[in-house]
Each structure stands twice: as structure tokens, then as C-alpha cells.
């Protein structure tokens, strides 16, 4: 069974430009969560969506948006990006449908700069 | 702020050593989970062990949970090379679908 896979791997953009990020979960999960990692602030959360439907959404400016495709592939973008924007940002997909949290497995991360 | 705080944030360990790292959480959890991360790569699921669980298996992990102290502690035993990485703990509070991750202990394993 195929892992969760991020693309691209890695990309730099200039302040004020916008990205678009891409997962593809693991075949039959339809929660997709992202996370962003930073050296100073850590792992973050920043949305989850099940089944097209964001479901929780993490503390972070309306420049940070995602969505997901009825193939469960899901997409997030930044706008208008700053330096702190620089970051690995990792996807997640999990089985669990309903109540707790239950195992996630990550893609390897975009790994974003911005000059 | 983060639910989960890792101690220590840092480790350093000979092959063949047992290495102990702690985790810290402030409000009730359904689960708890760790991870491991390898140099900026994704991440890893180790173990989960549910609220109403004490202690948990897996290979050479052991993992506890104190609920009363919320506390949860990671023990990898007969330490090796490859255990060379970053372990996050994380916490699932709520049905919020998230989970709260920790700041991570880096542990290094010297052959």
C-alpha cells in the first residue's frame, strides 16, 4: 500500500507570492490532517478535513486554507507569504472516522522557504 | 502553548544503552501517542496507549501512562544506531480531531 505523498518535496518562493500544497493520502482513509513544523514553534496544527469537510481548523491567519477533493486528496494554500512562513509542512492521513484521534501517518513533508 | 512537553529536550546515548524520555500534558486525554522523526523527514507512529491503559508494549518500546500526574514516559531498551531521531508525544484531549504535539526530545545513539 502506497504512503502519503506530498508534493513537491521541497520549493522557494519570494515574500508576497502565494504556494499551493498538495497530499495524497494512503488508499481508504478519509481524514487528512496538516501540520506545519517549525524550529521555534513546533509542530503545529493547522486543519483537518474528512470526506470534503473541515472539521477543525488550527490558530492560524485566513492566508492558510485547505481543501479536500472527493478523492480524499487534499490541497493547502498560503497567500501572500511571509519569512515566517518558512516551514515544513506535513500531511497526515487517518483511518478513524469519528471521536478520538487514532493513528496518523505522515507524508514527508514540503519543505518551504521563502526569501 | 502546547499540550505535551517533552524532558529531557535532549539525549545522548552508547549503543546498547537504555534511553528513558518523559512527557508532560495539561488537561485530560483520550490517547496518547509518540512518534519518531528522523532528520526532517515525516513522522513516524510508535505507540498509542488509551487513557484507561497503564503500560504498553512494542518490541523494544515501553510506554506508560500516569493520568493521575498526566504524565506519559517512552523507554527504549538495547538502544541502536538507527534509534538516532527526534520523539514527539501527542495528545488527543478531545474529539477535536487533532492531536497537540510536544516540543520533541532529540535522541542521539553513539556507536
Known amino acids: 500500500k502506497a504512503g502519503v505523498t506530498q508534493t513537491p518535496r521541497y520549493l522557494i518562493k519570494t515574500r508576497g507570492q502565494q504556494v499551493t500544497l498538495s497530499c495524497s493520502p494512503i488508499?481508504?482513509?478519509?481524514?487528512v490532517s496538516w501540520y506545519q513544523q517549525t524550529p521555534g514553534q513546533g509542530l503545529q496544527f493547522l486543519f483537518e478535513?474528512?470526506?470534503?469537510?473541515?472539521?477543525n481548523k488550527g490558530n492560524f491567519p485566513g492566508r492558510f486554507s485547505g481543501r479536500q477533493f472527493s478523492n480524499s486528496r487534499s490541497e493547502m494554500n498560503v497567500s501572500t507569504l511571509e519569512l515566517g512562513d518558512s516551514a515544513l509542512y506535513l500531511c497526515?492521513?487517518?483511518?478513524?472516522?469519528?471521536?478520538?484521534?487514532?493513528?496518523?501517518?505522515f507524508g514527508e513533508g514540503s519543505r518551504l522557504t521563502v526569501l | 502553548s502546547q499540550q505535551g512537553e517533552e524532558d529531557p529536550q535532549a539525549l545522548s546515548i552508547q549503543e546498547g544503552e537504555n534511553a528513558t524520555m518523559n512527557c508532560s500534558y495539561k488537561t485530560s486525554i483520550n490517547n496518547l501517542q509518540w512518534y519518531r522523526q528522523n532528520s526532517g523527514r515525516g513522522l513516524v507512529h510508535l505507540i498509542l496507549i488509551r487513557s484507561n491503559e497503564r503500560e504498553k508494549h512494542s518490541g523494544r518500546l515501553r510506554v506508560t501512562l500516569d493520568t493521575s500526574k498526566k504524565s506519559s514516559s517512552l523507554l527504549i531498551t538495547a538502544s541502536r544506531a538507527a534509534d538516532t531521531a527526534s520523539y514527539f508525544c501527542?495528545?488527543?484531549?478531545?474529539?477535536?480531531?487533532?492531536?497537540?504535539f510536544g516540543a520533541g526530545t532529540t535522541v542521539t545513539v553513539r556507536a
Open positions: 501527542a495528545t488527543d484531549a478531545s474529539n477535536d480531531y487533532k492531536l497537540s
Open positions: 497526515a492521513s487517518s483511518f478513524k472516522l469519528a471521536g478520538n484521534t487514532g493513528e496518523l501517518f
Open positions: 488508499s481508504g482513509h478519509r481524514s
Open positions: 478535513y474528512f470526506s470534503e469537510t473541515q472539521r
